[in-house]
């Protein structure tokens, strides 16, 4: 495994004190790679203090806000695509 797999997340372990593997491309705070810079996390890239309780769980709600929103309209999607498919516009 490389390094950036064996990685935690810092805002959880910080805000619920659970040591929980970084879930990378799959974090609404992780932003992809391009030519230049390799993919990595939002928060660090800000240099945010993870170790303030306070601003952690504020982020880490702020973040299952944001993937919530996103699977929601992942769903809406899904169903508006399936709807058109079998001629039932919804």
Known sequence: MSQIE???CTLRR???GVSERC????????EAGGAVLEGGCLIERLGIDPDRRDLATYLVDTLE?????RSHAAAEQAHRQFSRRVGLEL
């Open 23 to 30: 879930s990378h491309d799959r974090c609404g705070f992780w």
């Open 65 to 69: 806000r944001l993937e919530q929103a």
């Open 14 to 16: 910080s805000a619920h």
């Open 6 to 8: 064996d990685k935690t």
